[in-house]
């Protein structure tokens, strides 16, 4: 979060990102609305209220969408400190403690993985594959956590790994996409629909890339087709490729 806000602070609202048709300021506008979304949601849990639905993305940005770009800033800086403080009070209620957000429930532990992995994530789609990026997103966590979060997010979203299995028509793959030192994470749709899970290597993957590559493919993000070695057969692969080139939302153009 510190490396995010330290790119923040120096790019201009105008800036391209990775997110297509987003500049800075509407990544700006993306975190400040869910770092309030989340902070409200966890401040109704801990005061006894009933749980409210997750309002719908747009919805939630449109309000800092229209700020200038200071108000923006400040917002952002705002929202994300009244964050935090939410987070330690759940965390200070006990593991057992939770609140659901875009239909996924998730302890204190749980909602900080997620925002380091969203910053971490957001960077990139600002500053690209640089050094910090590398260190950032090579962390075997957050691939875990990315298999977790693309199997239980809300079907519909566009990174929803069994929503990208539907708009490729992709019914039938069982492949594995390997990294080294990690595990390896295993891709299938079947009767049951599609889903991912982490696996011991089995020494036959049907790809392999370094964890970043591999991490960017998993969210949907453009990636550098030269880092990824396609070893299994190619009708598997195919299938596997089809999936994660679906555009999520942010594809990267370069």
Known sequence: ????????????????????????????????????????????????GRERATR??????????????????????????????AVVRLAEEGDDASVTFAGRASNADALTLHGRSEAALHRWDLVGTDATSRELLARPELTAHAVVVLNEML?????????????????????????????DV????????????????DGDPSAVADPVTRLLMLWGRRYDPTAVSWTGPQSVCARARAVLEVPAGNARET
């Open 186 to 201: 295993v891709m299938v749709a079947d009767e049951h629909g599609a889903r991912l899970w982490l696996a011991e290597p």
């Open 56 to 85: 719908d993305m747009r919805e939630r940005e449109a309000p800092y969408a229209v700020m200038d770009d200071d108000a923006l800033r400040t917002a952002l800086r705002s929202q994300s400190g009244r964050l935090i403080g």
């Open 155 to 183: 079907d519909g979203s566009p990174e929803c790994f069994a929503q990208r299995a539907r708009r490729a028509g992709v019914e039938d793959l069982h492949a594995r996409l390997g990294s080294p030192g990690q595990p």
């Open 1 to 48: 979060m510190t490396a995010l806000a330290e790119t923040l602070e120096r790019v201009p609202a105008d800036a391209p990102t990775a997110c297509a048709g987003w500049v800075a300021h509407d990544l700006m506008a993306h975190l400040a609305a869910g770092a309030a979304e989340m902070a409200d949601l966890i401040e109704v849990t801990l005061e006894g």
